[in-house]
């Protein structure tokens, strides 16, 4: 089972939806976690949502717990609560995208994805990741094919990865298939 | 056959009636043998109940109204602040026992009643819109909205014949969700081109718009075309309402069933184009009707993205209430069918008094100036009719 974390977002179940065509899928708001669902589930998906990975508390603890025994996964804020758990910082950027399609490309060799490879995605994020980001284990493996912001992460040690992007929107071509990808690993 | 002269007769019964847009031309409901005003006590009961009523086969097994914009906040849970106002009812049903069709022009004289009103006043000045709209700049860059709409509203004093604004209202500006409310203590009147749910048995879709520009001469429908799609604003705009119906939608249909119908097409009405799509989805077995209106209420297109936090947003900066703006109208039928529009172009008229509300959208790349101005614009079309 898979336990989606909704951080109060309109995009969340478009996840849901997403994820359902892979395995079954149960989801809260982030004011409502059910532990049992939680205990249950083989992967935690932290949603998109609006504001910063500060301002939800309840999902950086659980993610700290969960690091390491189950699969994480985490899109848009998600992706940034990833991160901010690991110490990165979260800031502004100078461009905004918002229901903006763009190409990320993958960057690195340790992808489960094809170096070189690149793709259109759909984007709505205000914030970034500050860079250089080094920890352990984590790997930056997409970026804007533009800009050279960071677009996915992968540990795939601990079974962890982040998408910058939204695959579940319509304006990402192989969405689906990303998803595939990561909960097969 | 009806008679040319109908709606003068039964304006002068003093009955109340409702009129709604259909494909070929209106519907007309009268004869209201129940009228729910609805409080956040009765509202649950009222909803669930619809489908326990005895279908007798006819054409008027439906409650048709309204949901104002404050009921449907607190549907969803967000309650909001004291705000001044007309203090109008949050939202009314009626139960209609008579069904006439109507043909595609309405034929309406205005017996002698002189329309009289006073000047339209605006809420927020262009000072204050800027300072509202640099605010929400700050929200959008901080994250906590992608997109959000300023509702600007204007007033004046006017005692006014409703089935008269309406009648020329469709003259001027036939669109397909257009509405009347005439009751005997207020009317609504609207040009509504938005339709928020339309279900059928398992089947749901809704049609947003994100996207206007006016009719010129030199303009068709492939240029408009062109210019929504090489405009990255209002691709932008309309990428996330686009998502954002899905994931509407997402949240009481069938994993996989919802599509984009129509993706990204222009539609053309008399002096505008519009840009719509239509996604459309199979309900999830067990669907409640409350679920559908909780779901998808009020409409994301007019109020922004992401809904609950842009909600709260707009809802700590709004001194004076909405009232029917952004809420929905349309009917539920005993079977559980439904349609419902988003109440925009719409004017309430209430306590001889009138008001329009008008909202144009703030993303990161929108200027202040322009859209108090296309605040402006949407809402003229209907002070017009003052004239």
């Given amino acids: 089972m898979i336990y989606i974390i909704d951080h109060n977002d309109s995009f969340t179940h478009n996840v849901v939806h997403q994820f359902s065509s892979f395995s079954k899928v149960e989801c809260d708001n982030f004011d409502k976690i059910d532990q049992k669902k939680i205990n249950k589930a083989e992967t935690i998906v932290f949603s998109p949502g609006p504001g910063a990975p500060k301002d939800y508390p309840v999902s950086s603890k659980i993610y700290k717990k969960y690091k390491g025994k189950k699969k994480i996964i985490g899109i848009c804020l998600g992706f940034q609560q990833i991160l901010y758990s690991e110490k990165a910082k979260i800031v502004g950027q100078n461009k905004i995208y918002h229901g903006f399609q763009s190409e990320v490309k993958v960057t690195s060799d340790n992808s489960l994805f094809k170096k070189k490879q690149k793709f259109k995605v759909g984007r709505y994020h205000s914030l970034k990741l500050k860079e250089p980001f080094n920890t352990n284990n984590f790997e930056i493996t997409m970026r804007c094919a533009i800009s050279n912001v960071a677009m996915a992460i992968e540990n795939n040690k601990d079974k962890i990865y982040g998408f910058q992007f939204h695959p579940e929107s319509f304006l990402t071509e192989n969405g689906n298939l990303l998803i595939k990808k990561i909960l097969s690993a | ?387």
């Fill in chain 2, 1 to 387: 056959m009806i008679k040319k002269n109908y709606l003068e007769k039964l304006k002068r019964t003093k009955k109340p009636f409702i009129i709604y847009k259909t494909k070929k031309g209106f519907d007309l409901y009268t004869n209201f043998s129940k009228k729910i005003i609805l409080t956040n006590k009765n509202i649950y009961s009222f909803i669930n109940k619809i489908k326990k009523n005895k279908s007798k086969n006819k054409n008027t097994d439906l409650y048709i109204g309204f949901f104002g914009y404050e009921i449907l906040n607190n549907l969803v849970g967000i309650k909001l602040p004291n705000q001044k106002g007309l203090k109008f009812p949050k939202g009314i049903f009626y139960k209609p026992e008579k069904k006439i069709i109507l043909k595609s022009k309405l034929n309406y004289k205005n017996e002698g009643l002189n329309n009289l009103s006073s000047d339209f006043k605006i809420n927020i000045n262009k000072k204050s819109y800027n300072k509202i709209f640099n605010r929400f700049k700050e929200k959008i860059k901080s994250g906590k909205t992608y997109q959000i709409k300023i509702c600007t509203k204007y007033l004046n004093k006017s005692k006014i014949d409703p089935v008269d604004f309406f009648c020329r209202l469709t003259k001027t500006n036939l669109s397909p969700e257009s509405f009347l409310i005439k009751d005997k203590k207020f009317s609504i009147i609207s040009c509504s081109p938005e339709n928020l749910i339309t279900k059928k048995g398992n089947y749901i879709s809704t049609k947003p718009i994100a996207g206007t520009l006016k009719k010129t001469k030199k303009l068709n429908k492939i240029k408009a075309l062109n210019f929504f799609n090489k405009n990255i604003k209002e691709t932008k705009e309309h990428n996330m309402i686009v998502d954002m119906e899905r994931n509407d939608l997402s949240k009481i249909c069938k994993p996989g069933s919802v599509k984009i119908i129509k993706k990204k097409i222009v539609e053309e009405y008399k002096d505008l184009y519009h840009y719509v799509s239509l996604i459309a989805g199979k309900l999830k077995k067990h669907t409640s009707t409350l679920d559908i209106v909780k779901s998808m209420m009020p409409g994301g297109s007019v109020i922004g993205c992401p809904k609950i936090s842009t909600l709260n947003l707009l809802n700590a900066q709004e001194k004076e209430n909405r009232n029917i703006y952004t809420g929905s109208f349309g009917y539920i039928k005993f079977n559980g069918d439904m349609r419902f529009n988003i109440i925009i172009r719409a004017i309430l008229n209430y306590k001889n008094y009138s008001e329009i509300s008008v909202a144009s959208g703030v993303v990161i790349d929108s200027n202040a100036n322009h859209e108090f101005n296309e605040n402006y614009i949407k809402a003229k079309a209907l002070m017009d009719l003052y004239k």
